[in-house]
């Protein structure tokens, strides 16, 4: 027998592709202006050639010398690359009671929103995962085919394993963008935050240098953020081996105030080296979030 391969349920976040154009449209109407600034061009270094790229750019003294084929890419001060994370380790999988879907779906809305609109208004946009099956990371681009490879990689990734012990893969995915994010670059980072390896804050707050910013989005399931059970429950981790049986109301009031304390703790990390930490739920309007992050994307310090 060949076993059936379960995939995400993704609730009332599919279809994704139109769920965020219509997200996008919706914040910004077509009243957007782009983040960009100044008028200055400089050459910005090498990349490796991909089909589909303007073969105006290739840089023919490469091919003529090395054989190689590169693209020879620019900078401009208006430049404000937009790099996106998602978490997709098994504990985004979680909905819980009273949810629209879980929690790597509305995460992977809000960044489908987020490259929209930056595609829209000419930007670069760059996505890497924390964790995930099928998971691949895509370099910045822009154009007409970036939103779609950031969507199809998004629909392709699948909530799987478990990072509480492996810091590596944390800094594997945010490594590129520490070397190569350019200045001024808008960095959003969608996590639980749950079971996440120790050191992982102090990783992403490394993002802050040469004046980049970084906003982290907390999406929770609603039963994560109330702990609204009842009764004798039982409660196991989808990362690491946590399996507790509990009375819910003796344990509602020591688990929010320990919630309370993680969330402090990672505004304690991240405000000082200028990050910012968005707390959300699945069942809050994404519209809202979207202009949040956006209208937080203030001008690098010089």
Request: net charge neutral; aromatic share 6%; glycine share 8%.
């Amino acid at each position: 027998m060949t076993a059936i391969r379960s995939k995400l349920e993704w609730g009332a976040f599919a279809p994704l592709r139109l769920k965020a154009r219509s997200l996008a449209d919706g914040v910004y109407a077509g009243n957007h202006k782009s983040p960009r600034r100044g008028s200055g061009v400089e050459f910005g270094g090498h990349r490796a050639y991909t089909p589909g790229d303007d073969l105006r750019y290739i840089d023919r003294h490469a091919l003529m010398r090395h054989g190689t084929l590169l693209i020879r890419e620019f900078e401009t001060e208006t430049d404000r690359d937009l790099w996106l994370f998602v978490d997709a380790t098994k504990s985004m999988s979680y909905a819980g009671p009273g949810a629209p879907g879980p929690k790597y779906g509305f995460a992977a809305l809000l960044a489908a929103a987020l490259a929209y609109i930056a595609v829209r208004t000419g930007d670069r946009v760059a996505l890497d995962f924390l964790g995930g099956k099928n998971a691949r990371s895509l370099p910045p681009r822009a154009g007409r085919d970036a939103f779609e490879r950031v969507v199809t990689a998004l629909e392709d990734a699948e909530p799987d394993g478990d990072l509480s012990a492996d810091r590596s893969q944390v800094e594997q995915a945010l490594g590129q963008a520490q070397r190569s994010a350019r200045r001024g670059a808008i960095q959003v980072v969608l996590t639980d935050l749950l079971d996440l390896p120790a050191g992982s804050l102090q990783a992403m707050s490394t993002l802050t240098t040469r004046g980049r910013s970084l906003q982290v989005i907390q999406v929770l399931a609603p039963a994560e953020r109330d702990f609204p059970f009842e009764g004798s429950v039982l409660l196991r981790s989808l990362e690491g081996k946590t399996l507790v049986e509990t009375d819910a109301a003796h344990a509602r009031q020591k688990y929010l105030a320990a919630l309370a304390a993680a969330q402090a703790d990672a505004e304690r990390e991240l405000l000082p080296r200028g990050g910012r930490l968005h707390k959300c739920v699945t069942t809050d309007a994404p519209e809202q979030l979207v202009r949040k992050i956006l209208s937080q994307t203030a001008e690098p310090d010089k």
